[in-house]
């Protein structure tokens, strides 16, 4: 008899610990939850800003401008944002467009340009 009740006070403790521990298993779930809805949110402002990019300079996989053929130079604006000198397909003038631009639509091109460019040293 002394052993049932040294068994029910054992059985309270466990689902009072059990209890005080399953709030904390829900928060953490909702916190995963809102870190990824966090991310949903800002990878649709990245999106936005790309597509917000393209059009300014006019770049568009449906049509638009001609293609960059050429990375001529780069320098950093007075915001401090990376600009590159180009040139299309079909033009000798040079013109500016972002480093975001060609970092998603000329990633090739723009490999090539800064492997062109690079010094070792012995």
């Known amino acids: 008899a002394e052993y049932m009740g040294e068994c029910q006070e054992l059985i309270q403790q466990f689902l009072k610990t059990q209890e005080k521990a399953t709030p904390k298993k829900v928060e953490r779930k909702r916190s995963k939850l809102d870190d990824v809805e966090i991310s949903q949110k800002k990878l649709k402002t990245d999106q936005s800003a790309l597509s917000k990019l393209k059009e300014e300079s006019g770049d568009s996989p449906t049509g638009?401008?001609?293609?960059?053929?050429?990375?001529?130079?780069?320098?950093?604006?007075?915001?401090?944002?990376l600009k590159h000198f180009v040139q299309r397909e079909g033009s000798k003038q040079m013109e500016t467009v972002d480093a975001k631009l060609l970092h998603n639509q000329y990633s090739k091109l723009l490999i090539e340009f800064y492997e062109a460019r690079l010094e070792f040293s012995e």
């Open 64 to 81: 638009g401008r001609r293609k960059i053929v050429k990375i001529v130079g780069v320098y950093r604006d007075e915001n401090g944002d």
